[in-house]
């Protein structure tokens, strides 16, 4: 099946500092990655969709400034959290979408999720 | 914005018994999916319904769409400790844009060997 690969998995940084979290599509192309925030037993918030070449879409409430997306491949794409804060603490899970298939199945592959800390 | 509401919140069951969880939503949809995601991972997607259909089974898990309440269902048979986990119903809208889901609020299962 369709894997979605994360990493780092887990990462704790100090305040002020900038964080790279990557996204990638092992077996498929994903012409469509999401990237969400997940506040501990709550539901996945959609921060951003990524689209291949071109500019990412943000949800409401979600500076673009801050969480800068990059997605410069069909297996790749990666979510920058600039000058971090304790606030930023948070689980961040990618999924993506797979450009052959999704027309027919609608399915998102997640990745394992990126745990960051700041501290 | 969340739209699915899932009910129950949590659930604590024994193994073997059956659990249900229902979702519901406010505005047409094309499908709607159900994922899992174990404690600090992602999700696994479980299973999707289109909208024109009513009912769909996948080994122990089965689920229901009724478009006419706007509602689901999964139900777990004969669940195993292994099931422990939350449970998201995840509906791509009929209209708009084409490519998000709009995510529930989640289920908590607990299942008690």
């Known amino acids: 099946g369709a894997v979605v690969s994360q990493h780092p998995s887990r990462v704790i940084c100090k305040s002020g500092t900038s964080v790279k979290i990557e996204c990638r599509s092992l077996d498929f192309q994903a012409t469509t990655m999401f990237w969400y925030r997940q506040f501990p037993k709550q539901s996945l918030m959609l921060m951003a969709t990524s689209n291949e070449g071109s500019k990412a879409t943000y949800e409401q409430g979600v500076e673009k400034d801050k969480f800068l997306i990059n997605h410069a491949s069909l297996t790749l794409s990666t979510l920058t959290v600039t000058s971090a804060h304790p606030e930023d603490s948070s689980f961040y899970i990618c999924?993506?979408?797979?450009?052959?298939?999704?027309?027919?199945?609608?399915?998102?592959?997640f990745g394992p999720g990126t745990r960051l800390t700041v501290l | 914005s969340q739209q699915g509401e899932e009910d129950p919140q949590a659930l604590s069951i024994q193994e073997g018994e059956n659990a249900t969880m229902n979702c519901s939503y406010k505005?047409?949809?094309?499908?709607l999916q159900w994922y899992r995601q174990n404690s600090g991972r992602g999700l696994v997607h479980l299973i999707l319904?289109?909208?024109n259909e009513r009912e769909k089974h996948s080994g122990r898990l089965r689920v229901t769409l009724d478009t006419s309440k706007k509602s689901s269902s999964l139900l777990i048979t004969a669940s195993r400790a292994a099931d422990t986990a939350s449970y998201f119903c995840?509906?791509?809208?009929?209209?708009?844009?084409?490519?998000?889901?709009?995510w529930g609020l989640g289920t908590s299962l607990a299942v008690n060997p």
């Open positions: 999924s993506a979408r797979d450009g052959w298939a999704s027309s027919r199945t609608d399915t998102q592959y």
């Open positions: 319904i289109r909208s």
């Open positions: 505005t047409s949809i094309n499908n």
């Open positions: 995840a509906t791509k809208p009929y209209a708009g844009n084409n490519r998000k889901l709009i």
